[in-house]
């Protein structure tokens, strides 16, 4: 079986991909139930070979996923902006500046 040294650290790991918590609210309110469903999982008897891989395959995939994001916003930087923001940024990267647009105002002239 593992020894609690090993246990520990991949408890830690596993906390450490978890989103952060809130820095407002107080200590036990921040526990989310992943959270508390972890400690759970590693606070009672030693666990089985089987429960230890599984918890060690989630941490690379969590760690892989967050990875994964990481890329996805490095190479798509346009992917969360809105069309007139991409517009403008497509315009700039060839060397042109969008003209301003005109607001017709509310007065008849």
Known sequence: MSNPAQLRSLYR???RELPPKPLSS????ARSPLHQRLRQSFSGDAPH???VAQADQLLQ???AQRQYTALLERY???MNMDDEERVRLTARRVGMDL????EKSGGNS
């Not at 107080?26 to 309110?29: G, N, T």
């Open 61 to 63: 995939y969590l760690k």
């Open 99 to 102: 003209p301003v647009e005109y």
């Open 49 to 51: 070979e089987h429960a």
């Open 76 to 78: 798509n930087p346009g």
């Open 13 to 15: 790991s596993l906390l």
């Open 26 to 29: 107080s200590y036990s309110q």
